[in-house]
C-alpha cells in the first residue's frame, strides 16, 4: 500500500508538471485562466491576514538579502511560484488517491478521466469566482470557453494519469522482488480484490500491455520523465515569450507630464541617483492579486456612486474624461511596506477629476460621512468626505504619464489621496458608496494603520566616487537620494559623515508638494572607509523621526546609512 502511493505520488507529479506548464502557456497566449494564482487569490482570504503579512515579510526579507532582483516583481514571481506548488500539491494529491484506489475501482471504465473532471469542477468555479466575481466588467475569455478549458485540460490529465498508472503496473520489475502493485494488493485488507500471489510472469502477461515487458520500470520513469519534463520547459519557456507589453493609450488632451517644472533647477542630481521621474515601466506594482491583476473593459465599464447622496450616479470613462476638468499632479505613491531605502515608491504624473467635482454632482446627504471605494478584486477603503472637501487634490485617476492608466496599475480608475500610503488608495474601482460612518478598509481590518500617513523618509542613492570633482584644490564627491514626507513636502535636508556634524544638503526645486525631492550634498572627499548618514525635515521644519522601525503597522522609520 505505502509503495502504491509513493508510485501514485511520484507518477502524478511526472503528469502534473507539464498540466501546470501548458496552463501556463495557454494563459500567456490565450488569456485562459491561470488557475494556480485563481486558487490563491481565493485561499488569501480565508487565511489569518497576520500569517500572510508574516509571509510577505519573510519573503522580502530573502529577496533583498539574496538580491534578486526588483521586490516587487519578484515578490510576484515567488507568489506565482507558490500558487503553483499548491496547484501541483492538490492535483498530485488527486492523482495519488486515483492509483491508490484504482485497483478496486478497475471495472469502471475512464476512472482517471471521472476523477480529474470531479477535481475540475471545483477549480473551475474558483477560477470564475475570482475573475468575475467582484468584477462585473471581466474582459477576458467567456465562461463557457474558460470551464470547457479547464476540465478539458484535466480530463486529458486523468486520461494521461490513467494510462500512466496502467502501464506502470503492467510493467516488470527486472529484478526478483515482488512488483509494486503484487506488495499492496496482497498487503491491502480490500475484501473485493482476489488475492494476487501469482509469480511476477504470469501477472504481466495476463495484462494485454504486451510492449511493458520490454522496459523496466527504470527505464519506464525514465521515459516519462523525459517526456513529461521536455513538456514542461517547452510549455513554461513558451509562456514565458508570451509575456508582453500593454500598448498605451494615449489621453485625448496630454498634459505634457515631462515637460517637468523644475528644469532651471541649479541643483543637478548626483550620478547614480534615481530617476526624478520614475519611467513606467519601472513603478512598482504592489496588490492582493498574486497573478493577473483584473481586467476590465473600458467600454463596458461604468463607475456607479450611490448610498446616502441625492443624486446617484454612473459615469463612464468617456464621461469622466471629457465631462470635467482634468486634473493633472505630479505624485510620489508609496507603499506603506516600502522599507527605508526600499523601491516600492516611485514618481509620476497623474491625471483625473477632482473628487470635489463629482461630489457636486452626486450630493452627499447630511448623514453622509465617508465615501466606501470597492475595486474589481475585492479590495476597498474608506475616505473621509471632510478629507475630500478640504483637498481638492483628492482625485478620480484615470491616466499616468499621460497614459490611460495599465492594468496592473489601475485601468480604468484608481483614487488619489494626498499623503496617503498607497494601502489606502484603490485601483481597479468600480463602486463608490456614501456613508454614515467610518469602516475599516481591507489593510485596517488586517491591522495596518488606520490612516497610513506617509512618513517622513529620507535616502542615500548614492556617493558617486567616479564622478569626483576639484573645486579650489579640495576634491569633492557628489551624494545624493531622495526626501519625501507625503504632502507635506521637505524643508530640509542634512548629511553626517562618520558621526560627524549634521551637514546641510542642497534640495532641487521638486515638481510639486507632493512629490519627492532630490538632495545632493558635495562631501569633501577624503580617503579611507566611511559611513554616511540623512535626515530630513518636512514643510512644518518636523525632523523625521529617527528611530528605527519597521513597516508595519504604520511606515518604516529610521536613519538610512551608507558606508564606503
Ligand atoms: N484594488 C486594489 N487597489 C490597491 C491595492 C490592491 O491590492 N487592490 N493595493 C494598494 C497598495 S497596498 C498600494 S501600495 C498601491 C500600489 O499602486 P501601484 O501598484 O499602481 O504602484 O495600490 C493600492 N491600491
Ligand atoms: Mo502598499
Given at each position: 500500500m505505502k509503495r502504491t502511493i509513493l508510485a501514485g505520488a511520484v507518477l502524478s507529479t511526472l503528469i502534473t508538471a507539464p498540466l501546470a506548464a501548458i496552463i501556463f502557456l495557454a494563459n500567456r497566449?490565450?488569456?485562459?485562466?491561470?488557475?494556480p494564482t485563481n486558487l490563491m487569490d481565493w485561499l488569501i482570504p480565508i487565511i489569518p491576514g497576520g500569517l500572510i503579512t508574516f509571509g510577505i515579510d519573510r519573503m522580502i526579507d530573502l529577496i533583498t538579502a539574496l538580491d534578486l532582483g526588483r521586490v516587487d516583481t519578484t515578490a510576484k514571481l515567488a507568489e506565482g511560484i507558490m500558487a503553483v506548488f499548491l496547484f501541483m500539491g492538490l492535483s498530485i494529491g488527486v492523482g495519488t488517491l486515483y492509483a491508490t484506489f484504482a485497483e478496486s475501482l478497475r471495472r469502471i471504465p475512464f476512472t482517471g478521466v471521472i476523477i480529474a473532471v470531479i477535481f475540475a469542477i471545483p477549480l473551475a468555479v474558483v477560477s470564475d469566482y475570482e475573475l468575475t466575481g467582484k468584477n462585473a466588467f471581466y474582459s477576458g475569455p467567456s465562461l463557457v470557453a474558460r470551464s470547457a478549458w479547464i476540465i478539458g485540460a484535466f480530463a486529458v490529465w486523468g486520461l494521461a494519469l490513467q494510462w500512466v498508472w496502467r502501464r506502470w503496473n503492467a510493467t516488470p520489475v527486472m529484478d526478483a522482488t515482488p512488483s509494486l502493485a503484487d506488495t499492496s494488493a496482497s498487503a491491502s485488507s480490500e475484501p473485493a480484490l482476489p488475492p494476487t500471489p501469482a509469480p511476477i510472469k504470469a501477472k504481466v502477461t495476463a495484462i494485454p500491455y504486451q510492449k511493458a515487458q520490454t522496459l523496466s520500470r527504470r527505464e519506464f520513469l525514465i521515459r516519462l520523465g523525459g517526456a513529461t519534463a521536455t513538456i514542461t520547459v517547452i510549455g513554461a519557456g513558451l509562456g514565458r515569450l508570451f509575456t508582453s507589453e500593454e500598448e498605451a493609450v494615449a489621453v485625448e488632451t496630454p498634459f505634457n507630464f515631462a515637460d517637468f517644472p523644475n528644469l532651471a533647477s541649479t541643483v543637478v542630481p548626483a550620478p547614480g541617483t534615481r530617476p526624478e521621474y520614475t519611467p513606467l515601466d519601472q513603478h512598482y506594482r504592489i496588490d492582493i492579486n498574486s497573478g493577473n491583476p483584473p481586467e476590465i473593459d473600458g467600454e463596458a465599464w461604468r463607475l456607479t456612486f450611490g448610498g446616502l447622496v441625492a443624486n446617484p450616479m454612473t459615469f463612464s470613462l468617456a464621461e469622466l474624461q471629457n465631462d470635467y476638468e482634468p486634473l493633472n499632479q505630479y505624485v510620489t505613491l508609496s507603499c506603506v511596506s516600502n522599507r527605508i531605502a526600499g523601491r516600492l515608491i516611485g514618481t509620476t504624473g497623474w491625471t483625473g477629476v477632482s473628487m470635489q467635482d463629482v461630489l457636486a454632482k452626486v450630493q452627499p446627504t447630511e448623514e453622509a460621512t465617508h465615501l466606501r471605494i470597492t475595486s474589481a478584486d475585492g479590495f476597498w477603503e474608506v475616505v473621509a468626505l471632510d478629507l475630500i472637501r478640504e483637498d481638492e487634490r483628492v482625485m478620480l485617476c484615470y491616466a499616468w504619464d499621460d497614459q490611460l492608466l495599465q492594468v496592473k496599475h489601475g485601468f480604468p480608475l484608481r483614487i488619489y489621496i494626498p499623503d496617503r500610503y498607497g494601502m489606502k488608495q484603490p485601483k481597479w474601482i468600480t463602486e463608490i458608496e456614501a456613508i454614515p460612518e467610518w469602516e475599516e478598509g481591507y489593510w485596517v481590518r488586517r491591522?495596518?494603520?488606520?490612516?497610513?500617513i506617509m512618513k517622513a523618509t529620507s535616502v542615500i542613492d548614492t556617493v558617486a566616487l567616479d564622478a569626483v570633482f576639484e573645486e579650489n584644490g579640495q576634491q569633492y564627491v557628489p551624494i545624493g537620494g531622495i526626501a519625501h514626507a507625503g504632502a507635506r513636502s521637505i524643508s530640509k535636508v542634512e548629511v553626517q559623515v562618520d558621526g560627524g556634524d549634521w551637514v546641510e544638503a542642497q534640495i532641487r526645486e521638486p515638481f510639486s508638494t507632493t512629490t519627492w525631492v532630490i538632495w545632493r550634498y558635495n562631501w569633501p572627499f577624503s580617503d579611507g572607509e566611511h559611513t554616511f548618514a540623512v535626515r530630513c525635515y518636512d514643510g512644518n521644519g518636523e525632523l523625521q523621526i529617527t528611530e528605527t522601525q519597521g513597516s508595519r503597522p504604520s511606515g518604516a522609520t529610521g536613519i538610512h546609512t551608507y558606508d564606503i
Open positions: 497566449a490565450l488569456n485562459l485562466p491561470f488557475v491591522n495596518w494603520d488606520r490612516d497610513a
